[in-house]
Nanobody
Framework: QVQLVESGGGLVQAGGSLRLSCAASGRTFSKLDVGWFRQAPGKEREFVARKRWSGGVTYYANSVKGRFTISRDNAKNTVYLQMDGLKPEDTAVYYC?????????????????????WGQGTQVTVSS
């Protein structure tokens, strides 16, 4: 079993930056692919980014490509989402997730039901 706890959310002005962290418990975390999703009020959960357990393969949603960076430190059992150039439309609850299964391709990476473990979410609010 893996537990995920996000932190680092908050209120920031447009153009600013935030770094989200996702701390994981569980000995198998280093072998799990990890992802970030977000959900704005009244909208479906939306894929943001995913990174392979080995760190070699990364996927980003077009809406965040070039602004957000996913990284992981397996020694610390932590995943990060560096968010730069934030826009009001980035406002959402951000969730980290982990996947026990092999997944190849953007379609798989971007599907919420692919993931086995979820954190409770952290609120990010970007003011204009």
């Amino acid at each position: 079993q893996v537990q995920l706890v996000e932190s680092g959310g908050g209120l920031v002005q447009a153009g600013g930056s935030l770094r989200l962290s996702c701390a994981a418990s569980g000995r198998t975390f280093s072998k799990l692919d990890v992802g970030w999703f977000r959900q704005a009020p009244g909208k479906e959960r939306e894929f943001v980014a995913r990174k392979r357990w080995s760190g070699g393969v990364t996927y980003y949603a077009n809406s965040v490509k070039g602004r957000f960076t996913i990284s992981r430190d397996n020694a610390k059992n932590t995943v990060y989402l560096q968010m730069d150039g934030l826009k009001p439309e980035d406002t959402a609850v951000y969730y980290c997730a982990a996947d026990r299964k092999y997944c190849s391709g953007y379609g798989c990476a971007a599907t919420p039901t692919e993931y086995d473990y979820w954190g409770q979410g952290t609120q990010v609010t970007v003011s204009s």
